[in-house]
């Protein structure tokens, strides 16, 4: 091929969106004028490269694209088809499932039946939960780059990081959130959270605002690995959280942080931590190495790059 992969896909989440974008190809992503949901474009939050390019959704279907990548329901279900040609629609397709089965956590049909769309699913927990008889289904985990940022650990209190919390309910773990809040000081950032944190804090200056906290919390029941855990793995925050879901097979307790299901047990560890910074900054020592080994930024770009190519050639 004489040029690089020219993709389409959806702006669905921009963190994800911007280190898919470290790979070699093009990605266009559509907007709309009033930039509603799925339609935003580029956005003005990531410093997206000149390889991400945004174009009116009224035009796509006049661009020559290789690739359609989709990363939600409403992608496949019905965004094709308000933008895409009907030529554009018969392109070699990828889907991008970000996340668990919501309705049930093992029986649960996922919703893309085309064989010829391959299925990439972001953590082993989400491929091994849903239910498809698909015949490519992958798992690409997560990348991710600091910039060099390092843990200092300096104050003592925890940081959490879910948008808006209150009003997603007991499955990110809200009611967890103010019972923990009661005994150990925590911080939370992420939009919609007023008035229980302390701000929106904007993905690029992400691991200079969270480096000096003591640790960082999940509080989350279900949900896949979230971007800003291994983000602060990345910058050497030890990590507390619950026991659940791919969270289970990357956080190793006295080594890299503490999981369990006895929240009790969990706020004791937080309190020690708090009380010991030298522990906390052995097990943050030890939390950015064995991140560096899970979600080194070049492989997850070079694994993108191959399904690409592979996919169009």
């Given amino acids: 091929m004489a040029h690089k992969p020219r993709v389409l896909t959806w702006h669905i989440h921009g963190s994800y969106l911007y280190y898919l974008s470290l790979g070699d190809y093009i990605i266009y992503v559509p907007y709309t004028p009033e930039h509603g949901p799925r339609y935003v474009g580029r956005g003005s939050t990531f410093p997206f490269g000149e390889n991400v390019i945004e174009v009116p959704a009224s035009e796509v279907r006049n661009l020559e694209l290789d690739l359609i990548l989709f990363q939600c329901d409403e992608n496949y279900l019905q965004d094709q088809y308000d933008i895409l040609s009907s030529e554009q629609r018969q392109l070699p397709g990828i889907y991008i499932e970000h ?4 309705q049930h956590p093992c029986d649960e049909v996922h919703p893309v039946t085309n064989p010829a769309v391959t299925l990439v699913h972001v953590t082993h927990f989400n491929q ?17 780059e600091v910039h060099g940022v390092k843990y200092t650990g300096l104050l003592d209190g925890g940081i959490v990081v879910v948008n808006n919390l209150r009003s997603r309910g007991r ?5 967890l959130f103010e019972r923990v809040q009661k005994q150990v000081p925590l911080d939370l950032i992420g939009m919609g959270n007023e008035p229980w944190g302390i701000g929106e804090v904007l993905h690029p200056k ?16 279900y949900t896949s690995l979230g971007l800003a ?8 925050l030890p990590i507390v959280g619950l026991a659940t879901t791919e969270l289970s097979t990357i956080i190793e307790n006295g080594k890299t942080g503490y999981i369990g299901l006895d929240i009790d047990i969990l706020v ?18 030890q939390a950015a190495q064995k991140a560096a080994d899970l979600f080194d930024i070049q492989r997850f770009a070079q694994q993108w790059t191959y399904l690409i190519h592979q996919k169009i050639n």
């Fill in 229 to 236: 855990i291994c983000e602060a793995m990345m910058v050497g």
């Fill in 128 to 144: 091994l939960m849903w239910k498809t008889d698909l015949p490519d289904v992958r798992v690409i985990t997560h990348g991710v």
């Fill in 171 to 175: 499955m990110l773990g809200s009611d």
């Fill in 99 to 102: 996340d668990p089965p919501w």
């Fill in 268 to 285: 004791e560890k937080m309190k020690m931590l708090l009380d010991n910074p030298k522990h906390a900054q052995h097990l943050g020592d």
């Fill in 206 to 221: 992400l691991p200079e605002f969270i480096k000096d906290y003591r640790f960082f919390f999940n509080p989350i029941r």
